[in-house]
């Protein structure tokens, strides 16, 4: 399945963003600094990529629940913004699904993107952060979206463990239906059906880490020769 279709829940993520979380972890009063990141565009300069790390959202507790072979999700959601505008143009997902098997000794780890979907296997909870507390070259936006040349910046919300299965399921129905190119706008019928969903409950997980990353202009990747 090719990485580079926007696919429609994409721009309806930012309502992962909007809504109240009954678990923070970060309740102080003053935001945290912006948080690293990288942007990439292709050589073509067609779709934006982010690189980025969030592994301090697993603490002591939730790393000690893998250990102990329990099933674990880690749900990255984020917009993206131009400094010069008030409303994101466009939005990401990266999701994350840990599980322990017992005969081959390993986790199994299915990862969801823009555009993909893969599985993989891991003997350590290191190599679990590796793959899930990590976004590396993650599709961000389009051309169409964030005029290259502009700085960039993401509101991002990690969420571990989130209640609300029916997003999850949406999510992978999405991915998995090779029909579903175009982005949902507002007044159409899938953009009610997502908004529905992403309001139910959705803030409810067992711990959530919220932040912006640093303000950068992307940088164009070298063309092969």
Not at 28 to 49: I, K, M, T
Not at 74 to 88: C, D, H, R
Not at 111 to 125: A, C, S
Request: proline share 9%; glycine share 4%; hydrophobic share 40%.
């Amino acid at each position: 399945m090719s990485r580079f279709v926007l696919w429609p829940w994409l721009l309806l993520v930012p309502l992962l963003l909007w809504v109240p979380t009954i678990a923070r972890a970060d309740d102080a009063d003053e935001p945290p600094p912006p948080r690293w990141a990288s942007y990439e565009w292709d050589s073509e300069e067609r779709f934006l990529y982010a690189t980025l790390s969030y592994r301090d959202v697993m603490d002591a507790g939730l790393r000690q629940k893998l250990r102990k072979g329990l099933p674990t999700t880690i749900l990255f959601s984020a917009a993206v913004y131009l400094p010069a505008k008030e409303t994101p143009v466009a939005t990401t997902v990266q999701s994350c699904k840990v599980t322990w098997h017992v005969w081959e000794e390993a986790y199994r780890i299915d990862l969801t993107q823009p555009g993909t979907q893969n599985t993989t296997w891991t003997t350590t909870v290191d190599g679990v952060l590796r793959r899930c507390a990590d976004a590396r070259q993650l599709l961000i936006a389009s051309r169409l979206q964030a005029p290259p040349g502009q700085p960039v910046y993401l509101q991002a919300k990690v969420q571990v463990n989130p209640v609300s299965p029916q997003l999850l399921e949406r999510i992978k129905r999405w991915v998995s239906r090779p029909s579903a190119t175009d982005t949902a706008a507002p007044g159409d019928a899938l953009f009610g059906t997502f908004t529905g969903l992403f309001l139910q409950r959705i803030g409810e997980a067992e711990r959530v880490l919220e932040f912006t990353t640093v303000v950068a202009v992307p940088r164009v990747r070298p063309k092969r020769r």
